[in-house]
């Protein structure tokens, strides 16, 4: 909630401030912040329009920043020294940067992707004309690989574009990558994309040991990977991060004179202060302790399933996932927001949820308990 002091000045009200932690449905970490970039966050015009690998006019841009934050990433989802990508305004249109890529490389592509996939692969499909065709998923909400198989099978001369979800918005579901690609393997479907939408889990799940992590990276067979920078990042401003191993091949690199960068992007401005915020959450941090944020998140869902568990609320919980589902209750003594339709709710244990927080929420609904 925000409200305009009497002098018409921008405040975040006191009962806006409280209210933030009410909201447990959406996945947007809050423990990161940022001081050591309030001025340049307020000050400048920062516009990094165009392809990132190519400056354009003039220094009024963060493409370094750039560059930095999709080779760190790129490494991290197995990518080496060619990985190309950019920062985008948030997962949907690194969805459909890689949708367009394959129809621009293969006008006759279907896109598959499950029922439990974003709504933006939809759009994205919709966007470039191409017909979708959906795939079930299992109790889990995990695409079922005999499902795509036989869809697959329907439109086996055609090129394909297999969106695979890791961490569903659901339930935080991750698909089968590995799968995916050797059932294409088996069926001869050598024209396809594996583009993986990692907004929720990308991150905290490849950095889990080797051991533990589920395969969903290039050498599993992904051919792009988008993760957003507000879920789990905290850069607390909506963006995300496209990453391909490689410089798409069909891309026109010619320089658009207006603004001396390829037309590589799907936007034409883009925000200068996100690659910012993103290379500070990255840089300034490291992997271990962004592996201890996701532990601690992952031990703070785990005990949320236990508390409704023990109360006698229905809930559920996927290994390693931050997400818990609940049955939707009705008005509770709190505002609490759980997300979800008239049956399933979720509490999203981001890094920043305080175990507070959810000791409250338990107690609401005890008084409601079913
Ligand atoms: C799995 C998944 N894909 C895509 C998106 C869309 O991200 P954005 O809203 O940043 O476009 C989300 C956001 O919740 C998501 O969880």
Redesign the pocket.
Known sequence: MTLFDSAGRFVLSEPGRSAAHFNLAF?GATDLSFPQLAEVMTTRLLNNVGDPWQGGHGPNHTKQAEIDVVRCLGALFGGGNDVWGYVTS????G?LHAVDEAATAHPDLVVYASTAA?Y?VAKAARIVRAPLARVGVDHDGRMMLDDLRSTLQEHRDKAAMIVA?V???EREAVDDVPGIASLCDDLGIVRRRIHV?A??AGLPLALLPLRERPAFDFGAGATSVVV?G??FLSTLM?C?VLIYPRRPALQDQRPVSYIGAADTTIAGSRSGHTPLLLRAALFDHGWGVHRERARQARELAAYTAEALHRIGWPADRLPLAFTVTLRQPGPLPRPWVFGGDAQVGRIICMPGTEQAWIDEVVADLKTAAP
Do not use: C, I, R, Y
């Open positions: 996945p948030g997962a949907s249109e969805t974003h933006s979800t961490g569903t918005t939408d907004a929720l957003s507000h879920k909506p995300a």
